[in-house]
């Protein structure tokens, strides 16, 4: 079966953050992220697949719970998926979803929050995403200049998680001003800063992770409780944003962990 044009100019629009935004869709992409989705309890439109799902791991069983959950699963041939795709080596799936509505501007006092100061890529948006549900943070603000969590990309590098995730969007004003009422401390990662392990333990936190190139505004530097780096023994100077900020949220979650 072929695909309607109306649903193939769709899926080439969500490629694009204006668009995607008009919308008010996001398209997920890949047996991981959209089984993801679908648990995480994403909204879904409609999704296409081809007869390569149903021959990789875990493919059948997606294909079925996509059937009990999606009113609509348009069946194509792999060499038409491959063309409405947004990978390489797409996997057989697609699934059209409503993006989640952003949620309210305020933070929960003794709330954990990642946020992203510019991040350009999508890639290292997703990642950190990622990182984030794992490490159990509440929510990420991401702020002007920040690749759109929703692409197609940032949603498959955070494996389908940013539908677990309350994100917000603010300027560095306002997320500085909501974290002042909340009484959130806000911890700035930079390379000049004080090893994060020195911090202590830190029930309520926000981290915000700066531009790959320039690191973070000063605003967000102005405001900082702490700024904290990671301990780099050996000759690599840097470490990307995704990779830093992972860990340094694992280095925050654990002293709180060990905490009496």
Request: glycine content about 10%.
């Amino acid at each position: 079966m072929s695909l309607s044009q109306r649903r193939v100019q769709l899926l080439g629009r969500l490629r694009h953050r204006k668009t995607r935004e008009r919308e008010g869709l996001v398209l997920v992409e890949g047996i991981r992220s959209v089984g993801e989705a679908l648990k995480a309890g994403a909204e879904p439109v409609f999704a296409v697949a081809s007869p390569r799902l149903e021959g990789m791991a875990w493919g059948a069983g997606l294909l079925s719970a996509l059937r009990s959950r999606v009113g609509e699963v348009e069946q194509v041939g792999d060499r038409e998926l491959d063309a409405l795709a947004d990978t390489e080596r797409p996997q057989g799936v697609l699934l059209v979803c409503r993006q989640p509505e952003p949620t309210s501007a305020s933070l929960d006092a003794g709330g954990r929050y990642l946020v992203l100061d510019a991040v350009q890529d999508p890639g290292n948006v997703g990642t950190l995403v990622r990182a984030a549900t794992a490490f159990d943070v509440a929510g990420v603000v991401a702020l002007d200049g920040t690749a759109d969590p929703w692409s197609p990309k940032a949603v498959r590098a955070s494996a389908g998680t940013a539908f677990r995730l309350a994100v917000r969007f603010a300027k560095a004003e306002e997320v500085t001003d909501l974290l002042e009422r909340a009484g959130i401390p806000l911890l700035v990662a930079d390379a000049s800063g004080a090893d994060v392990a020195g911090v202590g333990a830190l029930r309520s936190w926000a981290l915000a992770v700066g531009n790959e190139g320039a690191g973070t505004r000063e605003t967000l530097r102005a405001a900082a409780s702490h700024m904290v780096r990671i301990p780099m023994p050996g000759p690599a100077e840097s470490l990307n944003a995704g990779v830093a900020g992972a860990i340094l949220m694992y280095a925050l979650t654990r002293e709180a962990a060990s905490a009496p």
